[in-house]
C-alpha cells in the first residue's frame, strides 16, 4: 500500500522556522522525484519545491527562494522541507508528491499556519 505521510506542521511566529517530514512507504522510494506543494485557502495548489530522485538537483518557487530547502534521504524514504524566515503568507496546507513516469502518489497534507 503507497503512503506518503507528512508530519512536522503546526503554529509559528513570522520568522520562525519549521521542518516538515514526508515519510514514503509501498514504493521505490530512490525512483521517484519528490515535490512539496501548499494550497493556501481561496487559492490554487502550487508548487513550491523540487527534488530529484537521487537529490542531486533541487528548485524552488521565487517566493521561497533563500528561505526553503528542499532534502531527502534515500535511506529513510523521507523528503523534507526546511522552512526558515516564515512569513504569514506561508500559511497553507503542505502537501508532498512522488512522481514517476505514470505514478503520481500524494499525501494527506500537514497545515502551516504562521500567526502572532
Known amino acids: 500500500q503507497v503512503q506518503l505521510v507528512e508530519s512536522g506542521g503546526g503554529l509559528v511566529q513570522p520568522g520562525g522556522s519549521l521542518r516538515l517530514s514526508c515519510a514514503a512507504s509501498g514504493f521505490t522510494f530512490s525512483n521517484y522525484a519528490m515535490r512539496w506543494y501548499r494550497q493556501a485557502p481561496g487559492k490554487e495548489r502550487e508548487l513550491v519545491a523540487f527534488?530529484?530522485?537521487?537529490?542531486?538537483?533541487?528548485s524552488y518557487a521565487d517566493s521561497v527562494k533563500g528561505r526553503f530547502t528542499i532534502s531527502r534521504d534515500n535511506a529513510k524514504n523521507t523528503v523534507y522541507l526546511q522552512m526558515n524566515s516564515l512569513k504569514p503568507e506561508d500559511t497553507a496546507v503542505y502537501y508532498c508528491?512522488?512522481?514517476?513516469?505514470?505514478?503520481?502518489?500524494w499525501g494527506q497534507g500537514t497545515q502551516v499556519t504562521v500567526s502572532s
Open positions: 527534488i530529484t530522485s537521487a537529490g542531486g538537483s533541487t
Open positions: 508528491n512522488a512522481r514517476w513516469r505514470t505514478r503520481d502518489y
